[in-house]
């Protein structure tokens, strides 16, 4: 079982993710991302995925054209866990 | 401009792929396909992401785990076209 973020941990990763939107109601962090094509954005995905499958921790996405859109958050916990953060951190890093 | 399709076309298309369901409100098809795994689930997603860049069609589609939902309809037809038809004919080849 993966441990959900208490309060204040929550908090640090809301303010260290700024770019990122809480979403109250699944517990989980939500960002847009917005390519130049549908290659660039689904090449960003196949990087997302490789490091997704490789951190055994998934994201909920959808594609438009040149658009991703992720959500993050732990099944498991039922909530914002650490694994949320270090995937998101990946993510930013790929950026 | 691409070419709507008309009833008699959209209810052959309909009629061809029984698998896929129709969106009236869109006019667009949605199906959704389940594998055992992520890796197994992107792996298609790829292969389609290919096909649909090589046909310059894209799908509205999303990810959860082993889940890919796929939306196919035509923006610039503002409905379903002969484009639909071809990509989830490409996609069903891919199964």
């Known amino acids: 079982m993966v441990q959900k973020l208490?309060?204040?941990?929550?908090?640090?990763?809301?303010?260290?993710f700024r770019d990122w939107t809480h979403d109250p109601t699944r517990d989980a962090i939500t960002r847009r991302f917005t390519f130049d094509d549908f290659a660039q954005a689904f090449g960003?995905?196949?990087?997302?995925?490789?490091?997704?499958?490789?951190?055994?921790?998934?994201?909920?996405?959808?594609?438009?054209?040149?658009?991703?859109?992720?959500?993050?958050?732990?099944?498991?916990?039922?909530?914002l866990s650490e694994r949320d953060a270090k995937l998101a951190e990946a993510i930013e890093r790929l950026l």
């Open 44 to 79: 960003f995905m196949t990087s997302v995925a490789i490091i997704a499958e490789k951190m055994d921790h998934h994201p909920e996405w959808s594609n438009v054209y040149n658009r991703v859109d992720i959500l993050l958050t732990t099944h498991d916990a039922d909530g």
């Open 6 to 16: 208490d309060d204040d941990a929550r908090t640090a990763l809301l303010t260290r």
